[in-house]
């Protein structure tokens, strides 16, 4: 039976205390609709600000890569440390358990292999599939001054536009040409681009002299790549330092799945991305973790 004293004059209305707007934590994404601003608060954790992304899509393009030769046994059991998870559909439904935590970043554009020019990308995605399969955000490759460059930024606004109809975020992931100078002028030029071409968030590489300059005059997050497999100190550096000026967590893969040690290296991270803490000390961690392993 209906309780009716619920619906008696006696409610707490609070009429003297103005109502909140609650803002939004992550830079330049106030102004977004709820949908997106729920999935990027999947990638980025609201209390830290920052990710940890694990990027294993590397197959898209090169095959087996080393280490991921077996995704079901190297990268499965690093899953409950990742914020989110960066990889090809393909991957997604054949080898990772859907009660994964996760949120899902889908590698959107492919096309050519190792073998042939790089650049020259196609969306690889419909956007039905990728709200089909819970996708936070769709990954598109960016070749600014590579060969095919105007087609993988029309890539990019494609999927922004598609993206934006779903609430689905949009990460353009920088890509640089063999033959191109990865420095701060450069990634300056390639990351405001994609965000004033409306990527909600950024992927690229850290570059030690002026990486502050490139994360400050990009109006949406920035996240590095790890990129080559470093000693496990020097990738811990390149995270903290890149934290420290300005970015907004990392999306790397070869650092942590040709670690020696992947979860210690994965807590590592987590503890300079989301903990604050500096290389030394999450040096200090991995070697504890490993040791205990
Ligand atoms: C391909 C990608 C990869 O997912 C990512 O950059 C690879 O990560 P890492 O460089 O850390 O191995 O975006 O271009």
Redesign the pocket.
Known sequence: MADLDGVKDSKEFHTGVPQQAADFFLKGSSHYDWGLKNRLSRIFDPQSGNTVML????GY?QGPTTGLERIDLSIVPLIPWADTL?LTRGVLRSLIPPASRPSIVL?ASGGPSILKELSNEEIALDIEDAVRLNAAAL?V?VFVGGEHETKSIHNLTRLVDQGLRYGIATLA?T?VGKDMVRDAKYFRLATRICAELGAQYV?TYYVEEGFETVTSCCPVPIVI????KLPELDALTMAYNAIQRGANGG??????FQSDAPIAMLQAVRAIVHGGETAARAFEMYNTLKNEA
Not at 55 to 58: G, P
Not at 225 to 228: L, Q, V
Not at 251 to 256: L, P, Q
């Open positions: 990027a294993f899509d590397h393009f960066m590698r990954a490759q992931v890509a992927k790549a790890g990129g080559k999306d790397m893969g070869r650092n942590i």
